[in-house]
């Protein structure tokens, strides 16, 4: 046989026993790019600060908080329940979705909402995760400080404000009771319609028979 | 960074571009093999001639080996590659019928091709019973398509079926090749000799 030929075995059995060292890697399926600037655009993901309040002081069992803060901020103040996946920790050198996090975020049924200190690193999370091909993804709108302006301190309506505005403003000052704690009495300003009261004759006992 | 079309570096419209181009090298590479002669072809089958086997046999090596430190050195993502599904019925039943043409015509469909572009009669001949066939075939669909979709199995990979690893599958892909070729030499040998 031509010594080329042994050359040639040599050298693809080498590189045969080199690929036996290989790693084995995981490959998330990812969604197309198309799909992904569709779904970025619809802001459908977004939800308000006052859906959050109301689902957790509903206990929604469905509801799942992730703080994507760094781990001192997370330490400092969070949501209740919430859990801290950190951004520079959810992916990988290769831009892969650490296979210990997909068990937090691909939980069927389970609706998970991102937040951050504002919602531009919750956001970029959601991206990462739609990317991913990860459902029942949102981010909270305005993050950890909209949420501080409207349910830690909420604004009281003007006077000539509709009278969803004043709603609003009694189920904010009721959840920051809710989340601050304290004695907040909520005043309703609509006074109840007096009731009339009808005096009824008094039934008299039948006197004689037939 | 690969696949370059799916991966958006490529646009899609140029794939019939680069289809075409690759069918011109590869039918350029394979009549500089010799693979127009029918004869030449039919020797895997009587034992005198194995180029068909080492030429196809070392692609897949070549193809495989180059794919698995690809994917090692994130050159190209092997998640992407499309992998055809497996009809286990028709893939028995056309190997069957594929064999048959081979040995008795002496070309497989796209040898016959390269036949054709240097003039061989045969293989106009046999070109021109490849398009009856798929004349047939269209016609009859409706009755075999319960074989021609028989035993699906999905996109399965030996690899997924016996959980073992790609580099494991390579290597042990590589060594059967090496024997394989190992053998067909003897073989090869033995039946020269024996005509001579």
């Known amino acids: 046989m031509n010594k080329t030929y042994y050359f040639l075995i040599i050298l693809i059995l080498t590189l045969g026993i080199g690929a036996l060292f290989f790693p084995e890697k995981s490959y998330i399926k990812e969604i197309s790019p198309e799909l992904l600037f569709y779904k970025m655009n619809n802001p459908s993901r977004f939800v308000t600060t006052d859906q959050v309040a109301k689902l957790i002081i509903e206990s929604d069992p469905t509801l799942f908080l992730i703080d994507t803060r760094s781990s001192d901020q997370y330490g400092s103040f969070s949501l209740p329940g919430a859990m801290n996946i950190p951004l520079d920790e959810l992916v990988d050198s290769i831009g892969i979705i650490c296979p210990k996090w997909i068990d937090y975020l691909d939980i069927e049924g389970m609706k998970v909402i991102f937040f951050s200190n504002s919602d531009v690193i919750a956001d970029q999370v959601w991206v990462i995760c739609t990317r991913h091909e990860l459902d029942n993804l949102y981010v909270m709108r305005g993050g950890l400080n909209t949420w501080a302006e409207t349910i830690l301190m909420p604004q009281k309506p003007s006077e000539y404000s509709p009278d969803e505005e004043f709603a609003l403003y009694d189920f904010r000052r009721g959840a920051c009771q809710y989340f601050v704690g304290g004695s907040i009495s909520i005043k309703s300003d609509v006074v109840a319609d007096q009731v009339p009261r009808v005096r009824r004759k008094k039934k008299t006992v039948v006197a004689g028979g037939c | ?196």
Not at chain 2, 98 to 125: E, H, N, Q, R, W
Not at chain 2, 131 to 158: D, H, K, N, Q, R
């Open chain 2, 1 to 196: 960074m690969g696949p370059l079309i799916s991966q958006g570096y490529i646009n899609p419209e140029w794939n019939f571009v680069i289809a075409l181009l690759l069918g011109v090298a590869f039918g350029y590479i394979l009549e500089a093999s010799g693979f127009s002669s029918s004869r030449r072809l039919a020797g895997v089958f009587y034992g005198y001639d194995f180029v068909v086997l080492r030429v196809f046999m070392t692609a897949v090596m070549v193809a495989m080996i180059g794919l698995v430190y690809f994917d090692y050195m994130n050159w190209i993502d092997i998640s992407q590659i499309f992998i055809l599904p497996t009809f286990l019925t028709s893939v028995i039943v056309g190997g069957v019928i594929m064999g048959l043409g081979f040995i008795m015509g002496g070309y497989c469909p796209g040898t016959s091709f390269t036949g054709v572009a240097i003039g061989k009669l045969d293989a106009v001949f046999f070109t021109a019973g490849l398009f009856l066939g798929i004349f047939i075939f269209s016609s009859a669909f409706p009755l075999i398509e319960g074989i021609y979709y028989g035993g699906e199995l999905g996109p399965v990979t030996v690899m997924d079926t016996f959980g073992i690893s790609r580099g494991l599958f390579a290597f042990l892909f590589i060594v059967a090749t090496i024997s394989a070729f190992i053998l067909v030499s003897w073989i090869q040998k033995r039946v020269t000799k024996n005509e001579v």
